[in-house]
């Protein structure tokens, strides 16, 4: 059910909410996609004050990285577990004075870092539409459950594709917008330069909806934009007549997946039928084979940097010894997990005064060159689309992935182009490769996202994937 079918009745909020509760209880044997459960009770009885709201009566799920007043906020890292905050993130204050219900917090990887969701401290989260597949990370927890169709709504975070990958392996919409578009306050943070808020949901006109209730400055978090917030929902036409969409040439030419192609290619007739210049641009190739080495060295020193007071002393489980080093040691030792103090290594080695110019400012101006990249291509075109992903979420063991091919390099990690940039972008579902659901990904220019969503729209219209059932 989507948010704007939930709208339509609002005799029924509370067996809703709790329907929907029950069903994020039944689906933990499965997916184990929830980490904390909210109780709605103390919601319902204020539902009354934000009568009218754009999220009225909905029941939402927030990835467990967005701090809850009160509510456990583990990042789904063991340093973490025992974590309450003293107050929420602003997004939760925009959310619940729309009218939003809080049902769970969901799993993620290990403080956002990863795009399997096998790392998440109360182990892997799984695919509903395959359970022996990954949901894709670090929102897993969040797209596994709207795919599910246990909310219409989840929050994630997204600094590489956090969203818009597990979008694209669950089969719903994933939105990541502008750079300061939304708030952070209150975020866990991982690279504060690429970190992103945004959402999934089962249809892109809902997409715009929680995006409008979302969106704004916040004076609490100094990174947010003053840019006016767009009256998103009216822009949602699916009208694409005379667009301008540039297809991303180097990704596609990576990509040997026929069923994946198969499914971007009927996106791209539809959207020339529509009215559509669907026209096939390409990238300097070796920026963006450079993306990823560039990513890792920002994202991890970065993180490095934020993480630093996850000590044991300052913040996160506290492992006793005898001097303070030594508590941070063992308490940083057995607080995180392997694939976080590998990043921690690289962001340090990074970080160290005589690696500085030649690691981190070097990866700095790598990514300002592709930035430039992209904004000649976006000068021309409304926006560039590529697959979000080479084929269908793997399996839960698959660790058969070259990680150096052209394949892996360029297809699977295009959409960090959105995080260097600052982009607006979206994931729609644009069919299934062997089975599994696969999405589109659409990215334009800063503060455009009415643009973006009546875009995607029209991707939905000509695939008919609005609220993809599991089994579609
Ligand atoms: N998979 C990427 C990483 O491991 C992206 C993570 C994200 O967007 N949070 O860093």
Do not use: W
Not at 37 to 64: C, S, T
Not at 269 to 284: H, Q, S
Not at 430 to 444: E, F, N, R
């Amino acid at each position: 059910m989507t948010i704007v079918e939930m709208l339509k009745d609002k005799e029924h909020i509370e067996e809703r909410v709790y329907e929907a509760l029950e069903k994020a209880q039944k689906s933990q044997k499965d997916l184990n996609a929830v980490v904390t459960f909210i109780d709605p009770k103390e919601q319902l009885e204020h539902l009354d004050e934000v009568k009218g709201g754009l999220l009225e009566g909905v029941p939402v799920i927030l990835k467990d990285n967005v701090s809850t007043k009160g509510i456990k906020t583990t990042a789904s890292s063991k340093i973490l577990e025992n974590y309450v905050p003293v107050y929420d993130a602003t997004i939760v204050k925009k959310m619940r004075d729309a009218g939003a219900i809080f049902i769970a917090k969901s799993s993620m990887d290990e403080l956002a870092m990863g795009g399997t969701n096998l790392t998440a401290a109360t182990g892997p989260v799984r695919n509903p539409h395959n359970l022996e597949c990954m949901s894709g990370g670090s929102s897993g927890g969040s797209a596994a459950l709207v795919a599910a169709g246990v909310v219409p709504m989840a929050i994630g975070s997204d600094t590489g594709d956090s969203i818009r990958k597990p979008a694209s392996y669950c089969g719903v919409v994933g939105l990541k917008p502008t750079y300061g578009r939304i708030s952070r306050y209150g975020i866990i943070p991982y690279s504060s330069s690429l970190d992103h808020v945004g959402c999934f949901t089962r249809s892109v006109k809902d997409a715009a909806i929680a995006l409008e209730v979302l969106a704004g400055r916040d004076d609490f978090d100094m990174t947010s934009s003053f840019e006016p917030v767009e009256h998103y929902i009216d822009a949602v036409k699916g009208d694409v007549a005379g667009k301008k969409v540039a297809v991303l040439k180097n990704v596609i030419d990576a990509i040997d997946n026929e069923a994946t192609m198969q499914c971007f290619n009927d996106v791209l007739d539809g959207l020339r039928t529509k009215g559509a210049v669907v026209e096939v641009v390409e990238m300097n190739e070796a920026l963006l084979k450079a993306l990823l080495p560039a990513y890792y060295l920002i994202a991890n020193c970065e993180a490095t940097a934020n993480h630093s007071n996850l000590d044991g002393i300052r913040f996160g489980n506290r492992k006793d010894a005898e001097s303070s080093e030594e508590i941070m040691i063992k308490s940083r030792t057995e607080g995180f997990g392997p694939l976080i103090r590998k990043r921690f290594v690289i962001g340090s080695y990074g970080l160290f005064v005589e690696n500085q110019e030649k690691l981190f400012r070097q990866a700095q101006r790598v990514r300002r060159l592709i930035v430039e990249e992209v904004n000649r291509v976006l000068s021309e075109y409304d926006v560039f689309v590529a697959p979000a992903s080479v084929s269908g979420a793997p399996k839960l063991d698959d660790a058969s992935r070259d990680q150096l091919s052209d394949t892996y390099l360029v297809a699977e990690n295009h959409m960090i182009l959105g995080n260097f940039t600052g982009y607006p972008s979206i994931t729609v579902p644009m069919g299934l490769s062997d089975g599994m659901p696969v999405g589109i990904c659409l990215t334009g220019s800063a503060f455009k996202e009415g643009e973006l969503l009546n875009i995607a729209q029209a991707v939905e219209d000509v695939t008919g994937l609005c609220d993809m059932k599991v089994g579609d």
